[in-house]
Nanobody, 113 residues
Framework: QVQLVESGGGLVQPGGSLRLSCAAS????????MGWYRQPPGKQRELVAH???????TYADSVKGRFTISRDNAENTVYLQMNGLKPEDTAVYYC???????WGQGTQVTVSS
């Protein structure tokens, strides 16, 4: 059974940085585009970024130039480097292999002074 475990969230001041990690068990990681999504308080879950197995990336307009998604296929891990954080980035962040029903438990990111 595939499991996804996100980590790296926390409380950070505006302008700060965090690096999220998502470790995937099982064989699904190597054959799937991986995504980071987030759910702000009181809002719907939204796309943050995708990365294909070959390393091609897609970003939401709101995070372009500030966030970087990457993956380590040998370690079955996908990362989200978040720089220049803003209060509106506050959300629970989830990783998700596309075209599956699999979601991790999420990691809370709070940007506040």
């Amino acid at each position: 059974q595939v499991q996804l475990v996100e980590s790296g969230g926390g409380l950070v001041q505006p302008g700060g940085s965090l690096r999220l990690s998502c470790a995937a068990s099982g064989s699904i990681f190597s054959i799937r585009t991986m995504g980071w999504y987030r759910q702000p308080p009181g809002k719907q879950r939204e796309l943050v970024a995708h990365i294909t197995t070959g390393g091609s990336t897609t970003y939401a307009d709101s995070v372009k130039g500030r966030f970087t998604i990457s993956r380590d296929n040998a370690e079955n891990t996908v990362y989200l480097q978040m720089n220049g954080l803003k209060p509106e980035d506050t959300a629970v962040y989830y990783c998700h292999p596309l075209a599956t029903g699999l979601w991790g438990q999420g990691t809370q990111v709070t940007v506040s002074s």
